[in-house]
């Protein structure tokens, strides 16, 4: 069973790769970069979209240190100390990895022309920390609970970028990379583990369709509310809505992404 995680881990590292050569490279992309962009930052005069920026403190270095610390000491009390371990060295390495990728990948690209974007972007560092968190939530929380810790995770995930991207903080390319990285140091950290305490990738999966369904009522009660607006935004900034559409996406599913065994292997009775 270690070869799942491994492979899994693998494969986000080149997604990882390939997203930000088409970011940098590909002028379509760059492009569509821009304009989702723009069709999150026009949301700002939304009711309660001026609370984005205190959502996304909670991950600056100093509270995401006392999340992580938190969670450790969840983990330690409630039996399962391992799992913590496992959970923490996941939050340290990601977010180590997103500090060392950002000024060695730094390069300018196009930006929205009222709002001026930096050349160290890429992956967003914030992104890295939210969804480490959401799948160490995932790894300590008991079988029972796992989903609604991984439907839990994947909600704040998809509310915390949003609000990145609405206060302009990052280009969506850069929130798919910090999604990325969390993820591979996930299934790495989840490796040492004993089978039963693995989170379950069958179990996870109810977790992440728990969060799209959520997801999914909160859209359409912001359609009904103003559904005239909606429809006209959404019309003028098709872009931004497949872009919305496709980082939701890629939350729930990596989300529920970290690989492990279905059951607990069977103990050899003594002889």
Known sequence: MVRRPLFTAALCAVLAALVYIVAVRVPLAREADVRILEG?????TVPGASLAG???????????????????????????????????????????TTQLLKPALAVQRDFPI??????????????TAVMSFALALA????????????????????????????????YPSDIIGGFLVATAWACLAVIPLRPEARPSLRKLA???????????AIGAVAVTWRPSGAVDYAAQNTTFVAGAVAIAAAALVLTGSVPAPTRARPRRRPR
Request: include cysteine; aromatic fraction near 10%; proline fraction near 9%.
């Open 40 to 44: 999150f930052m026009g949301l700002w």
């Open 206 to 216: 109810g977790g992440p369709a728990i969060a799209g369904a959520m997801l999914a």
């Open 139 to 170: 790894i300590v929380a008991p079988p029972r609970l796992r989903p609604l810790a991984a439907a839990a995770g994947a909600l704040l995930a998809v509310g915390t970028v949003y609000s990145i991207l609405i206060g302009g903080g990052h």
């Open 114 to 127: 009222w709002h001026y974007m930096g050349p160290e972007a890429y992956p967003s560092g914030h992104t």
């Open 54 to 96: 205190a959502f996304v403190s909670l991950f600056n270095p100093l509270p995401f240190a006392l999340l992580t610390a938190g969670l450790f000491a969840c983990a330690v009390a409630i039996g399962r100390p391992r799992a913590g371990a496992a959970a923490f060295v996941a939050m340290l390495g990601a977010g180590l």
